[in-house]
């Protein structure tokens, strides 16, 4: 390990010109007094490092010197494909190695494409969780991970909303979705997705057992296929709303791509500026939360049974807020009118066949799933 940081400061060095001492241990994960005695090394093995005192020094090679200490190895050509992804490298396991062959494959460029490939670097960086969400501890992660590339069968154990499971299973790539990471195996002959952070335990079979990956499997046409069958599983059932100004607004943030469908769709708007569209939605109970979230700003009018549990709903929260002895809430105002008549589609029972699935795929886009939502 030595060797190769002392290769990746020689590296920094070559790449990045004069650089502090604190600035080398930050990229390399070190501490300033390791970066002091990783100079000293490299200078009594003849490489030729000088130091610049004062505000603007730092550590610096002899002008013209260049290494040629660039060939990779296998970790680290196969860590190319994480250029760009610190955080996601570091909770693989691969931080280190896929800085080294970032560093190695611009010290082998020539100086005007490796400045540009810098410039590139200081100008682009990816954000992979989505807003307000915490990371996810995955512990389990660098095991799944050297798994998929080892083709090694693991024995796990996996925390499912329904309960505990143990089982042995064939991992066959790793995703990564809006800062959360599943694993795509095979489990029972059947293909299924998990999310890493559930699972407890992952170890290889005692006997060190692999296997042999599926003919013509592509991951990336998996999820694409599974996100677009659990969509199509989980929106069956539709909701008529009519849509004040600021409700038109929030129904993208809220409901993502059927918010955005249901738009286009919308009616023309009344002398208020309110609009009456159709809107899929989910199970009653989630389609419930999902409607109050946009507050006094939409009005379900129908299917009978969703409005009357939206209904159900504002009265019980009414109830818990008001205490006896308190004025009665004012009513809350909305343009007057009847309701256009409608003969919206009758709920199904998409509930239970989004919860009878034994490992639903997750779908890659729209808002954050829910109860009955989630992969396995």
Do not use: C
């Amino acid at each position: 390990m030595r060797a190769d940081r002392l290769v990746s400061l020689l590296l920094l060095l070559q790449n990045r010109g004069r650089s502090t001492a604190p600035e080398l241990a930050a990229e390399l994960d070190v501490s300033v007094r390791t970066i002091y005695r990783d100079i000293d090394s490299l200078g009594a093995a003849g490489i030729p490092v000088f130091a610049d005192r004062g505000p603007a020094g730092g550590f610096r090679l002899l002008e013209g010197y260049r290494t040629r200490l660039t060939g990779l190895t296998g970790s680290e050509a196969g860590s190319l494909f994480l250029f760009g992804l610190p955080g996601p490298a570091q909770e693989l396991g691969l931080g280190a190695v896929a800085t080294t062959a970032q560093l190695k494959v611009q010290a082998a460029l020539p100086a005007a494409l490796a400045e540009r490939s810098r410039r590139v670097q200081d100008r682009f960086h990816l954000d992979a969780p989505g807003w307000f969400r915490e990371t996810e501890p995955v512990p389990r992660l660098p095991d799944i991970a050297e798994a998929v590339w080892e083709q090694r069968v693991l024995r796990v154990r996996y925390q499912r909303w329904r309960g505990e499971v143990r089982r042995e299973i064939r991992p066959l790539g790793i995703v990564l979705k809006s800062g959360i990471w599943y694993t795509v195996a095979q489990a029972d002959d059947a293909v299924r997705t998990y999310r890493i952070s559930r699972f407890q335990e992952a170890e290889p079979t005692p006997d060190g057992r692999t296997f042999e990956r599926p003919a013509g499997f592509d991951l990336a046409a998996y999820w694409a296929e599974s996100a677009r069958r659990l969509e199509s599983r989980l929106r069956q059932d539709v909701a008529r709303v009519r849509l004040s100004p600021a409700g038109q607004r929030l129904l993208p943030a809220k409901f993502g791509t059927p918010g955005e469908r249901a738009l286009a769709a919308a009616g023309p708007p009344d002398g208020d500026g309110w609009v009456e569209t159709e809107l899929e939605v989910e199970s009653e109970p989630v389609a419930v939360s999902d409607l109050l979230s946009l507050g006094a700003e939409a009005e379900v009018v129908g299917p009978p049974s969703l409005r009357a549990a939206v209904l159900a709903a504002v009265a019980a929260l009414s109830a818990r807020y008001h205490h006896p002895g308190e004025p009665d809430p004012a009513p809350a105002s909305r343009p007057t009118g009847p309701a256009p008549a409608t003969t919206p589609r009758p709920a199904s029972a998409s509930a239970s066949a989004s919860a009878s699935a034994p490992e639903p795929s997750p779908a890659p886009g729209g808002p954050t799933r829910r109860r009955g939502q989630r992969p396995d």
